[in-house]
């Protein structure tokens, strides 16, 4: 998989900027249309790009965060392209008193209408929902540890693998103060 890197692009896949299935061989020539792409959309140059293992399989979701006056929320949802389309998410306010439990990542999993996707649906293989509930407590944590240092963050996707095949972070962002 092939990925522009940009600080100034948030929806990289908007302008051109993923590519997936390449060969080694075909990487070089497909930076640099991918270059050329990018740099028409925005008028912006396109000078970093990252290659990277293709994730498959498994469930995409979206984790992230906001942080405003009000407070930091925590957010769980269908992710990938169908983050915005679907608009199948869950929220948490955090406090700094009480951190997020594994019991409220639970939760929180099952409150999405995709559950039934993570839980073996129609003979799907079940998701490893205690991976995902671990991941959500850590980038909770990691919010609580950052504080106001930390604007938003999202990792979407995050592929929800197989039952004892943890999950995966295949894209992220992080906006910091």
């Known amino acids: 998989m092939l990925k522009l890197l940009s600080n100034t692009i948030t929806h990289k896949s908007d302008v051109g900027g993923v590519a997936v299935g390449l060969s080694a061989d075909s990487i070089g020539a497909r930076l640099n249309r991918m270059r050329n792409d990018a740099e028409t959309a925005t008028g912006l140059p396109a000078n970093a790009f990252l290659v990277q293992e293709m994730v498959a399989g498994g469930t995409e979701l979206i984790l992230g965060l906001h942080r405003d006056p009000l407070g930091t929320a925590l957010l769980l949802g269908m992710g990938g392209v ?81 039952a004892g095949q943890c999950v995966r972070a295949a894209d992220g962002l992080a906006v910091l103060a």
């Open 82 to 162: 169908a983050a915005e389309l679907f608009k199948d998410t869950t929220m948490r306010l955090l406090s700094g008193d009480a951190p997020l439990s594994r019991d409220d990542a639970l939760q929180m999993i099952r409150e999405l209408k995709t559950w039934p996707l993570l839980n073996g649906y129609r003979g799907r293989p079940r998701a490893d929902v205690d991976a995902l509930a671990n991941a959500i407590v850590a980038f909770a944590r990691m919010a609580t540890q950052l504080g106001e240092r930390i604007v938003e963050a999202e990792i979407n996707p995050i592929f929800v693998l197989p």
